[in-house]
């Protein structure tokens, strides 16, 4: 069985290696792509949520956190009891913010003193935060305007990016185009293959071949799971030391979860290809599936800003599981708890996309 496997995969990858149009594909479109969209994609900030830590129970740090919490920006607004609960809120993400208003805040407006306050945002989601921070200044100076005799008081907001430190968009995009990019080239590589042998009319001779059904299917994902791993490990060398994004993470963490990942989008491949007669027809599903998993993976627009019911069906999405792994990886150095809970659904997505792949495949070949 596995001689015949192996025969299969050797196959397989000579097909597309041999093929000029195949190597090209595989190498300078996802290279083109990773810097037109590095430099082009744009995203906005709505209905986000902000944490607000008000340690003075004064009446000015009270009108200050009633600005914020009217600011149509935030539809969330999360409140904390005490400092060490900062961090947690933007690890997990739960805020793209953190308001923090210090003891003394409303004693200094008083006094006509300086008054500061400060404002932590998650640097992960660079374009966001940077929007976010853009809304808060306007509201501490609509806030510093209505204070009475504001001409002798001054109030500040000192704002520190998490993750980010300058706001680099690229450090964001970059390696969301890492995800979105290899999730192409392993949907097309399996997409393609059953399609191609239909096509090329090869197809009846695996079926009168030794090959059981399922050998045959392993056959064809594994080459697919091997180049779309090398696909992955081109896009993020790139990332590094052509992009010049920083990886703080895990090697060991980023293949572990590409492979679930791949195993899953390689599955979608497999059921495509076996609904597909033409290569024309499989690429038109591998489209059809790949545009709105981007939409829906939280790169185009944070996921919290879609409605609830469509928030229930990115969980669908495998996609949107490895984005948060990716991002983690290279700007935060996460766990690996946290990597595990991204990935045990995209585990379960594999499982049943491999399934319904292998029974929809031997219910062709009947």
């Known amino acids: ?95 793209i913010a953190v308001l923090s208003i210090p003891q003394d805040f409303s004693s200094n407006i008083t006094k006509e ?20 921070q853009g809304y808060a200044l306007r509201i501490i100076n609509e806030f510093q305007q209505e204070l009475p005799n504001n001409k002798n008081k001054s109030v500040q907001i000192v704002t520190r990016n998490w993750f980010n430190p300058n706001l680099d968009f690229r450090w964001y995009t970059v390696p969301s185009l890492v995800c979105i990019l290899t999730t192409l080239i392993s949907l097309l590589v399996t997409g393609l293959s059953v399609a191609r042998e239909r096509e090329m009319g090869t197809f009846d001779q695996l079926l009168v071949s030794p090959l059981h059904p399922l050998e045959i299917l392993i056959g064809k994902a594994l080459p697919a799971l091997i180049i779309a791993m090398l696909e992955g490990t081109f896009m993020v060398l790139a990332a590094i030391f052509l992009m010049r994004v920083p990886f703080n993470g895990s090697l060991l963490l980023l293949y572990g979860s590409m492979m679930v990942f791949l195993l899953a989008i390689i599955g979608i491949g497999l059921f495509i290809s076996s609904l597909s007669m033409t290569q024309q027809q499989a690429i038109l599903g591998a489209f059809v599936f790949l545009v709105p998993a981007v939409i829906l993976s939280g790169y185009a627009s944070p996921i919290e800003n879609m409605p609830p019911w469509l928030q229930i069906i990115t969980r669908g999405n495998p996609l949107r599981y490895f984005m948060t792994i990716v991002r983690g990886i290279f700007l935060k150095d996460i766990n690996a708890f946290m990597v595990w809970r991204q990935t045990w659904p995209m585990a379960i997505i594999a499982l049943i996309t491999l399934s319904t792949a292998t029974w929809l495949f031997k219910k062709r070949m009947e």
């Open 113 to 132: 003193k300086e008054a500061v306050a400060s404002l932590i945002l998650d640097g992960r989601k660079t374009n966001t935060a940077q929007i976010v």
């Open 1 to 95: 069985m596995l001689s015949r496997i192996r025969a299969l995969i050797i196959k397989e990858l000579l097909a597309i290696l041999r093929d000029k149009k195949s190597r090209f594909v595989l190498i300078v479109p996802p290279l083109v792509q990773l810097f037109v969209f590095s430099f082009a994609a744009t995203q906005e900030a709505k209905n986000q949520s902000l944490a607000i830590l008000n340690l003075d129970r004064g009446q000015s740090a009270f009108l200050l956190e009633q600005k914020f919490t009217a600011a149509r920006t935030f539809t969330k607004i999360i409140h904390l009891g005490n400092p060490s609960e900062i961090s947690p809120i933007i690890q997990t993400q739960q805020a």
